[in-house]
Every structure is written in C-alpha cells, then in structure tokens.
C-alpha cells in the first residue's frame, strides 16, 4: 500500500493555487522554469521555489538539457494519488487563471514549433550542403543498412570491413575477401570482438575470388577496384558468384589526375569515367546498370566518387 503521508503531501501540494497551477500546466507538457514564467506571468524565483516542493512532495520530475531544467508530472505515480491530482485540476479547469494558462500554454508551444519551423525553411535547399550536428553520412549509413534482408553478401577487396561489420548484424553471411593476411587477420579480429559469428574474412584476390559460382545475393565492391590489375576481371568474378537475381554495388572514384594517388594510396588506377564503369558491367552481362555521381569533395584534388549497380539475370523468371 502506497504511504498515507504521501496522500497527505498531495494534498498539501494542491492546497495552494500556484502550485496546483503548475501542476496543472506540467500534466500536459514537460516545461522549462523559463516557459514555466512566461505562462504564469510570475517571478522565476517564485515559480523555482514552488516547483522544489512539488518535487520534494515527488509529484513532478526533473531532467537537464543543457542550461535549461524541464518539468514534468511524474510518470511512476499511483493510480490512487495520479486520480486525485486530475480530479483537483479538472475542478479549477474553469477559473480565469487557469484559462488563461491553457491559452498562454498553446501560446508558448506555438513558438517551440516556429523556432524549428523558421530554422528549417531558413536552410531549406541547403540541408545537404552544410554542416549539421549528427547528420554524417556513416550515420545515415547505418540507418539505410538496417534495411538490408537477410542475404549473404560477398565484400570484395573488404580490407578491415567497415562496411561488412555493419552488415553482418542484419545479414545471414558476410563474406570478406582480402590480399592482404594483416588485414583478414584484424578484421577476423574485429568479427570476434563484436560477436559476429557470421561475418568470414577469406585470404583472396578480387580477380580471383575464393567463392562458389552462384553463391552470394549481393557483392560489393567499395573503393576496390581501381588496386586490382584488371578491373573487367574483377567486374566478371563479381558476375560469377552472385545468385541469379543477385546485384553488385561498385563504389569507386571517377577518373582524376592526383598522380600522387599511385604512391600515396597504392592506387592502380586513376579512377574511372562513368562510360568506363558502365561498360566493365555491360561486358560482365549486369543488366539494370546505372552509373552516377554520389559524392564530391570540396578539398584538393575535389576527389568525386561514383556508384555502378548491376543485376545477374534470372536464369528463368521468378516465380510471382
């Protein structure tokens, strides 16, 4: 049984009208001291004192956002003691004051929604062109691969697999193919540490690839193909492997002259024109393939980023 004395403190609480007011607003709404001093046209020390008692009674709950400190009833109160509170505010509902609270209260929401409504139409056609906390392409990455079935995926040219890492929690199989033995060993490493038992690193070469024909449903190759020596090579192992119906992904720069790339990043090639990429698919017999733009640096040498996708064809038409 919940305490008597608690009833008493509730009914301490809502013995005085200001208090009973505040508890009136924050039933509806979690508020700040200072929304709290705009819709009761009171002093904030005042309104603070007050809103310490009410939380000493444990009728309302605090929570910090930044400098600013919300309230709001409390969420856990008995049935008993939360009836009792409604029933007070319902019965003062048609006093002056509390009127003129409701309308000040909508009042004050109103201007939540147009600080956010004024910002947005402020930027609107410049969202995706400037700096905005919490929006980076990793993130946004995240959220689009939980949309991922449950497939079995070949990485190609994975290195550790930061892609592969993220795919293997919604995804049947992730196989990661590599030339390098440092970096299957750090990403069998990295697949240990995070549980993922179906995520498998291979010793490989993308031109070469340590798969069954017909195997995977979805086989990506992301800033892979210009280290391979013959990228149609690597386009047709990609084909071969995947289940008819299958699609290759190929993210991989558009041709540039940073001759640096060669030493700097061991790069083979200088990228690829989107004709280029276009054809190594079309040779490869991918159907469905387009070839665009998805990305450009704003920093020397302003590297610009292409996406190819392709379809295996169905050996017979699936079923409907």
Known sequence: ???????????????????????????????????LQEILGMAQPRISSQLALLRQASLVS??????????????DLPAKQLALLRTACEYVADLTESQEDTTNLERTLK???????????????????GYCPGRS????????????PAITVADLGAGEGLISQ??????????CIDNSQRMVNVGTELAHKNGLANLVYKLGDIEKVPLPDASVDLTILSQALHHAN??????????????PGGQLLVLDLKEHSFE????????LWLGFTENGLHAFLKKASFQKVDVSVVAREKQEPFFETLLAIGQKRWASLPPR
């Open 166 to 175: 993220i795919l293997a929690r919604q995804t049947e199989r992730v196989w």
């Open 111 to 129: 201007k939540r929604r147009q600080v956010s409504e004024q910002y947005f139409n402020f930027i609107a056609g410049r969202l995706g062109k």
């Open 260 to 267: 640096k790339a060669h030493e700097t990043y061991g790069d």
């Open 62 to 75: 605090d929570r910090r956002d930044g400098k600013k400190t919300f309230y709001s009833l409390r969420t």
């Open 1 to 35: 049984m919940y305490p008597l004395t608690d009833y008493w403190d509730s009914l301490k609480a809502i013995s005085d009208s200001t208090r009973l007011r505040l508890l009136s607003l924050l039933a509806r709404e979690e508020l700040s001291v200072a929304e």
């Open 230 to 243: 013959h990228p149609q090579t690597a386009v047709h192992e990609a084909f071969r492997i995947l289940k």
């Open 137 to 148: 392409w990793e993130a946004i990455g995240h959220l689009a691969l939980r949309l991922v």
